[in-house]
């Protein structure tokens, strides 16, 4: 069935249904991630995974029940005469079945992971008109993907819905050659190759949010995704962001246990009981307790170890990391390095081109977005309402594609009511008569300086731990 066919049908079955008093639900279902899947696997894989999709929603429902595609990604289901209950039951085993089938075929030839996410809604409950009945399952569904996505979410009563859609500007858009090539290396770890990315770029530009996109990955694999953070303090604390991924796989099911003399001086849970002999500082034996642990720990799940912000790293951070690589040669292991590029840092500058020059690392570099990129983010943080060349040029004269600074302006511009959702559309005042701090920091500012000067103590005390 058509878009059209099932947007007639559904208008004619809501409508009786409020005559009748009889439910209507719908169900909107979306494949996640389905542009990696396309990115990564061609065009012809990506509807082959949507053809199979559509397979299983149909053996789920009842033969009176009504599915079509509604965009590249999506499909919806009406199913007429089934309260709110049992359709999120249906749904529950949409998902499910998605979730166990097997998906062969890829481009590698390895089984694909594929989820999905499934908004319901139901008439007379959400909606008294077909539009507004997809627009409740469409913010369901949109609640449930900004929470990881792979499950079902039901619509609030309306009483609870908000008066109008937020701003979304929580998207990844754009390095479709870079995350291609994470999750290529991803799926290689998997089989027990150890893989090394160096992720770096400008400030701002992104590199934490390219790596955050391997976490559901990982997820669907089977994995763990771990990650440590070197931070900026005056003094560079030893093996801080070793120290923060050690403690984050001691608390994993099945944990390595063990006498581990050294690590517990880095993470002081380690000691077997308090009386237990820690061991007498010795670097060499740390660094081998710290291989040791790694590879254990990989032994019961595949593991993806990120370092973040590294250009605040120490020393011993950067030694330690060379000191593991050769060890995880044959593990189930990624490890991701990412940096924030900084030509007045050369210590960071020789690490990073050192340990990108490891047999078998891959250096990532993170550029800015394009205009067209840039569009893509802002429609979507508008609900996919077009904003109009003048708007855009706007934003991306302003930013020149740096993320964080389309972040910041675009949250700026809405507290400070400079664009406003008027209960059909946004809207904005005109270019002429907006306003952009010269940098990334005065933006930052100006959002602070909405606060109270007690708010502002506390954010500063914040951002400084």
Excluded at 248 to 269: C, I, N, S, T, Y
Excluded at 374 to 386: D, G, L, P, S, Y
Excluded at 441 to 458: G, H, K, M, S, Y
Aim: hydrophobic share 45%; glycine share 6%; net charge negative.
């Amino acid at each position: 069935m058509s878009p059209d066919s099932l947007a007639e049908q559904g208008t004619s079955s809501v409508q009786a249904a409020r005559l009748s008093r009889q439910p209507v639900s719908l169900l909107i279902i979306e494949v996640d991630r389905f542009e990696l899947i396309d990115r990564t696997h061609g065009a012809q894989y990506a509807e082959h995974v949507l053809a199979t999709v559509a397979m299983l929603v149909r053996d789920t429902l009842r033969p009176r029940d009504v599915v079509a595609r509604r965009s590249a990604h999506e499909l919806a289901a009406l199913l007429t005469g089934l309260p709110l209950p049992q359709a999120v039951e249906l749904a529950e085993r949409i998902a499910t079945a998605v979730r166990e089938h097997e998906f062969v075929g890829g481009s590698d030839g390895r089984p694909v992971p594929v989820r999905v996410s499934v908004g319901v809604a139901t008439a007379p409950v959400h909606a008294e008109a077909y539009p507004a009945l997809v627009a409740a399952a469409e913010r369901a569904l949109h609640r449930l993907a900004r929470a990881g996505g792979d499950g079902v979410e039901a619509a609030l009563d309306p009483a609870m819905e908000p008066s109008h859609p937020p701003l979304d500007v929580d998207r990844f858009v754009g390095r479709n050659d870079q995350l291609r090539t994470l999750v290529r290396m991803l799926d290689d770890a998997m089989l027990g190759r150890g893989q090394v990315a160096v992720v770096h770029g400008e400030i701002g530009v992104g590199c934490s949010t390219l790596i955050a996109q391997l976490a559901p990955e990982v997820a669907v694999r089977g994995g763990s995704f771990v990650r440590g953070s070197a931070r900026r303090l005056p003094v560079r604390p030893p093996y801080g962001p070793l120290a923060d991924v050690i403690d984050e796989l001691r608390r994993l099911p099945g944990a390595p246990a063990g006498d581990w003399r050294e690590l517990q001086h880095l993470v002081p849970a380690l000691a077997a009981s308090e009386s237990a002999e820690s061991g007498g500082g010795s670097q060499f034996r740390l660094l081998e307790e710290l291989s040791a642990f790694i590879t254990t720990a990989a032994a019961s799940r595949p593991l993806v170890l990120v370092f973040d912000d590294m250009q605040w790293a120490d020393e011993h951070t950067w030694d330690a990391i060379e000191h593991v690589l050769p060890k995880l040669v044959d593990a189930p292991v990624m490890l991701a390095v990412v940096l924030r590029d900084d030509p007045s840092d050369p210590v960071a500058l020789d690490r990073r081109k050192r340990l990108a020059g490891t047999e078998g690392a891959h250096d990532i570099t993170v550029s800015r977005l394009t205009r067209d990129e840039v569009k893509r983010w802002v429609e979507a943080a508008f609900h996919r309402q077009e904003v109009g060349r003048e708007f855009l040029s706007f934003i991306y004269r302003n930013t020149e594609g740096n993320p964080l600074f389309v972040d910041q302006l675009l949250r700026a511009l809405v507290e400070e009511g400079a664009v406003w959702h008027t209960g059909e559309r946004w809207e904005w005042r005109p270019v002429s008569e907006l306003q952009v701090p010269s940098s990334i920091d005065a933006l930052v500012v100006r959002r602070l300086a909405r606060f109270a000067p007690r708010a502002q103590v506390a954010l500063a005390a914040a951002a400084v731990l």
